[in-house]
Structure formats: C-alpha cells, structure tokens
C-alpha cells in the first residue's frame, strides 16, 4: 500500500522567510503533484514532477523529486501572506489513484 | 488551466435520502477519479473510472456508493441512503497523464 506522509504538518512562518515542506512516499510512483488549497475551495494544481531530478518553480515556489529518496519538497522563498493555505503532495501509480499527504497547512505572518 | 465543472456546488440533503453529485470533466481526459475531504481533513480516495468501469475503489466506496458516466460526459457519484458520516466536499477529479484537474466540490451536508 503506498504512503504518503508531509511534514510539517503545520507551519507558521514570517514574510520574507524561506521554508521546506517535505513530501515522503513509501513506493515507486509514476508522478508526483503539488496542489495548494485555500479554506473550503478546490485543489489547484501548482506542480507534476515526473523523473527524478525534476525541479519546478512558479513564482516563489520551487519544487523538487528524488525518486530514489522517494523524496519531494516544495521550498517557498521570502514568503508573502497570499501564500497562506494548506499544500497537498499527491503520488500517482499508474494512473489508478492519486494518494495525498495529510496536508502542510502554512500561515505567513507579518 | 482547463476546467472541471461539478455541480450542485453545494446539498443539502436528510439522512437516508439519496444523492447524484454531478461532474463534467476535460473532454480529451481518459481517467476520472472522486475524493471526499471531511472538514479540514485529509483528501480521501474513494474511486477511479476508466473505459467505462471502476479501476480502483477504497474501502469507503461500499454497496451505497455507484458512479457512472451515462452520456459520454457527464460522470456522476451517487449515495443511494446518505448518512451523517458521509458529511464532507466532494470532488471529482478529471485524469490525462501527467495532468491531473480538481473540480470546484460539492459540499454535501447531511442532516
């Protein structure tokens, strides 16, 4: 069964910081996703990393894959306070199913 | 980014009644998942649909639970007797490797 563990779980950060959410999984996967969602909206698709090695960025966010690790992480750099919400890592295998990590919910203080 | 339309955006429906939640997805896209999220909690899987028949289902997609794609277009959860539990969003996802859309939800309160 694959897993799928985020950390933090929580995250309180000031503007202007830069962090890492990490983003485990227990198999081999075809794909991995980042999707952002604000509080009682949709899942927005922010990145598809596909071989290891990959890294994207949009903006402040970067993205990266160690499929040997079985490792993703996003890395926000000097947050703002529009990126507060909570971020899901999602793995797919064969296109069957999307697995999701519990969530990173990051709040961007002034 | 293309667009994935669920409808109604918001049930409210009484326990034991039943429920057709409602998603157009990408029209090229060949995969067609749903997921429930219980309030400020995990993304859940419940179903994956491709060629016109369920790929992979969770433990949480037992007998009250049924999709379908009945037109070519529409594809749609029902929950025949919906209980307190299954108060939650649902959405609907819509697959064509390496993309992968969510629609807007629907929020289904069961009273």
């Known amino acids: 069964e694959l897993k799928v563990e985020q950390n933090p779980l929580f995250l309180s950060m000031q503007e202007g910081k830069n962090y890492t959410i990490y983003c485990n999984y227990s198999?081999?996967?075809?794909?991995l996703y980042w999707y952002r969602q604000d509080p009682g909206k949709s899942l927005e698709s922010l990145f598809v990393?596909?071989?290891?090695?990959a890294v994207k960025q949009e903006g402040r966010l970067m993205a990266s894959l160690d499929t040997k690790a079985r490792l993703s992480t996003l890395h926000i750099t000097a947050a703002v306070h529009d990126l507060s919400a909570t971020y899901f890592c999602?793995?797919?295998?064969?296109?069957?199913?999307?697995?999701f990590g519990s969530g990173t919910q990051l709040t961007v203080l002034p | 980014e293309p667009e994935v339309t669920q409808t109604p955006s918001h049930q409210v429906t009484q326990m034991g009644q039943e429920v057709i939640l409602r998603c157009v997805p990408i029209?090229?896209?060949?995969?067609f998942y749903w997921y429930r999220q219980i309030l400020g909690q995990k993304v859940e899987f419940l179903v994956s649909?491709?060629?016109?028949?369920?790929?992979?289902k969770s433990e949480i997609f037992d007998d009250q639970f049924s999709v379908e794609r009945p037109d070519g277009s529409n594809f749609t959860l029902k929950i025949r007797s919906t209980k307190l539990e299954d108060s939650a969003m649902y959405f609907c996802?819509?697959?064509?490797?390496?993309?992968?859309?969510f629609g807007q939800g629907t929020r289904l309160t069961v009273v």
């Open positions: 999602a793995v797919d295998r064969s296109a069957r199913q999307l697995t």
């Open positions: 198999t081999t996967s075809d794909r």
């Open positions: 990393l596909l071989s290891n090695g």
């Open positions: 029209s090229n896209h060949l995969y």
């Open positions: 649909f491709y060629n016109n028949e369920i790929s992979e």
């Open positions: 996802a819509s697959i064509l490797p390496p993309e992968a859309f």
